[in-house]
C-alpha cells in the first residue's frame, strides 16, 4: 500500500523511477553476492591449532580428520568441523575446584560435599579430593562413540575411586595406600574408558587431598598424634636395646672368657702342684732323712727372709725374756 502510494506520488509529480529502481536492485544483487562468497568462504576455510585436531563431519557422519593448519571443506551445512584437543592434557577436578592458578592456587571445597565424601572399609568416612589428568587419543572415538564423554569420565571416575577407597581402611587411605589407591583407580579408569571405546587415555590420577570429615577432624589428629608418639617411643626402645644389649652381650663374653682363663690357670697351678707334691713324695720315699731335713731346711730359708731380727740364745739359759726389751720392736 505504502509502496503503491509513493510510486503514485512520484507519478503524480512527473519523476521517473525506473533507473533508481535498476540501480537498487543491482546493489542488492550484489550485496546478497557478496554476503553469499563470504558466507562460503568462511564456512569453507578453517584453521586446526597445533594441540587440535580437526574431525570433519558431512551432513552429521563422520568425514575424515584435519591435521594442524590452514584446512578446506565444503560450505555448511554440507560439512562442519569440530575442533579436539588431542594434543593437549586435559583434567577434571574432583571434590573442589581451582579458583586461581599460579604460584599460590586458590582452591574452593565447598558445595562438592556429595561427590568428595566417601565409606572406607572398615566403615569410617573419609574426605577424599583428586585430579584426573587425561588424553583424547581418538577424536572420532571421542565424538562418536559415547554422548557425553566428560560427564562419562567424571561418573566412571567417582566409581572407580569409590570402590578403591571402599576396599582399604581408613589409615591405609589416610596414609600408607595413596600410591596404591591412584594405580588402582588410574587401571579401572583407563578399562572403563576402553569398554566403552571412548578414545580417551588416563594419564594420571592425583589424590589431591584426602583427610577425615572436619566433625572428626581434631579427634583423628590426636589419635595421629598419639601413634606418632607410640612410634617415637617404640623407636627409642629399639635404639637404646641395640646398644644396651650388644654391650652386655660383650661384657658377658669377656667375663665369660676371663673366668674360662682364671679356670685353666687354677687347674694348670693345681696339677703343677700335684705333679711336684708326687716328685717330692717319691724322693722322700727314696731318701726320707735326707729330704725331711731338705724340707726343713727350705721351710727355714722362706722363713728367715720375712723376719726383721733374729735372736740366737743358749736354749739352757734362764731369764732373759727382762733383757730382751721385746716392747721396743712393737714401737
Same mark, same amino acid.
Given at each position: 500500500?505504502?509502496?503503491?502510494?509513493?510510486?503514485?506520488?512520484?507519478?503524480?509529480?512527473?519523476?521517473?523511477?525506473?533507473?533508481?529502481?535498476?540501480?537498487?536492485?543491482?546493489?542488492?544483487?550484489?550485496?546478497?553476492?557478496?554476503?553469499?562468497?563470504?558466507?562460503?568462504?568462511?564456512?569453507?576455510?578453517?584453521?586446526?591449532?597445533?594441540?587440535?585436531?580437526?574431525?570433519?563431519?558431512?551432513?552429521?557422519?563422520?568425514?575424515?580428520?584435519?591435521?594442524?593448519?590452514?584446512?578446506?571443506?565444503?560450505?555448511?551445512?554440507?560439512?562442519?568441523?569440530?575442533? !579436539?584437543?588431542?594434543?593437549?592434557?586435559?583434567?577434571?577436578?574432583?571434590?573442589?575446584?581451582?579458583?586461581?592458578?599460579?604460584?599460590?592456587?586458590?582452591?574452593?571445597?565447598?558445595?562438592?560435599?556429595?561427590?568428595?565424601?566417601?565409606?572406607?572399609?572398615?566403615?569410617?568416612?573419609?574426605?577424599?579430593?583428586?585430579?584426573?589428568?587425561?588424553?583424547?587419543?581418538?577424536?572420532?572415538?571421542?565424538?562418536?562413540?559415547?554422548?557425553?564423554?566428560?560427564?562419562?569420565?567424571?561418573?566412571?571416575?567417582?566409581?572407580?575411586?569409590?570402590?578403591?577407597?571402599?576396599?582399604?581402611?581408613?589409615?591405609?587411605?589416610?596414609?600408607?595406600?595413596?600410591?596404591?589407591?591412584?594405580?588402582?583407580?588410574?587401571?579401572?579408569?583407563?578399562?572403563?574408558?576402553?569398554?566403552?571405546?571412548?578414545?580417551?587415555?588416563?594419564?594420571?590420577?592425583?589424590?589431591?587431598?584426602?583427610?577425615?570429615?572436619?566433625?572428626?577432624?581434631?579427634?583423628?589428629?590426636?589419635?595421629?598424634?598419639?601413634?606418632?608418639?607410640?612410634?617415637?617411643?617404640?623407636?627409642?626402645?629399639?635404639?637404646?636395646?641395640?646398644?644396651?644389649?650388644?654391650?652386655?652381650?660383650?661384657?658377658?663374653?669377656?667375663?665369660?672368657?676371663?673366668?674360662?682363663?682364671?679356670?685353666?690357670?687354677?687347674?694348670?697351678?693345681?696339677?703343677?702342684?700335684?705333679?711336684?707334691?708326687?716328685? !717330692?713324695?717319691?724322693?722322700?720315699?727314696?731318701?726320707?732323712?735326707?729330704?725331711?731335713?731338705?724340707?726343713?731346711?727350705?721351710?727355714?730359708?722362706?722363713?728367715?727372709?720375712?723376719?726383721?731380727?733374729?735372736?740366737?740364745?743358749?736354749?739352757?739359759?734362764?731369764?732373759?725374756?727382762?733383757?730382751?726389751?721385746?716392747?721396743?720392736?712393737?714401737?
Amino acid at each position: 500500500m505504502a509502496k503503491i502510494e509513493i510510486e503514485d506520488m512520484f507519478n503524480d509529480s512527473g519523476i521517473n523511477m525506473g533507473p533508481v529502481k535498476e540501480k537498487a536492485e543491482k546493489w542488492l544483487k550484489v550485496f546478497f553476492t557478496w554476503v553469499i562468497v563470504f558466507w562460503a568462504i568462511s564456512t569453507t576455510i578453517y584453521q586446526v591449532s597445533p594441540q587440535e585436531t580437526g574431525v570433519v563431519r558431512q551432513f552429521g557422519k563422520f568425514s575424515r580428520t584435519a591435521n594442524p593448519g590452514l584446512n578446506f571443506k565444503l560450505p555448511a551445512p554440507l560439512e562442519t568441523v569440530v575442533l !579436539v584437543p588431542t594434543r593437549e592434557q586435559l583434567k577434571e577436578e574432583f571434590g573442589f575446584r581451582t579458583v586461581k592458578s599460579g604460584v599460590r592456587s586458590e582452591y574452593n571445597n565447598k558445595g562438592f560435599d556429595q561427590v568428595r565424601i566417601m565409606l572406607t572399609g572398615d566403615l569410617n568416612v573419609a574426605d577424599v579430593q583428586w585430579v584426573v589428568q587425561y588424553r583424547i587419543s581418538d577424536p572420532k572415538k571421542y565424538l562418536f562413540n559415547v554422548r557425553n564423554p566428560k560427564e562419562t569420565l567424571r561418573d566412571l571416575s567417582e566409581v572407580s575411586m569409590r570402590k578403591a577407597i571402599g576396599d582399604r581402611l581408613v589409615d591405609e587411605v589416610l596414609t600408607s595406600g595413596r600410591d596404591e589407591i591412584q594405580i588402582e583407580v588410574k587401571e579401572s579408569l583407563q578399562n572403563f574408558m576402553d569398554l566403552y571405546d571412548s578414545g580417551i587415555s588416563i594419564d594420571l590420577i592425583q589424590l589431591q587431598d584426602v583427610n577425615p570429615p572436619p566433625s572428626v577432624k581434631d579427634a583423628f589428629n590426636e589419635v595421629n598424634e598419639a601413634i606418632q608418639q607410640k612410634e617415637t617411643t617404640i623407636n627409642q626402645a629399639r635404639q637404646e636395646y641395640n646398644q644396651r644389649v650388644p654391650l652386655a652381650r660383650g661384657q658377658a663374653a669377656k667375663l665369660i672368657s676371663e673366668a674360662e682363663g682364671y679356670a685353666t690357670k687354677r687347674v694348670n697351678e693345681a696339677r703343677g702342684d700335684a705333679s711336684r707334691f708326687d716328685q !717330692v713324695r717319691e724322693a722322700w720315699e727314696k731318701a726320707q732323712e735326707v729330704t725331711e731335713i731338705r724340707l726343713y731346711l727350705e721351710a727355714m730359708e722362706e722363713l728367715i727372709t720375712k723376719i726383721s731380727k733374729i735372736i740366737v740364745i743358749d736354749g739352757d739359759l734362764n731369764g732373759v725374756l727382762p733383757f730382751l726389751n721385746l716392747g721396743e720392736e712393737k714401737q
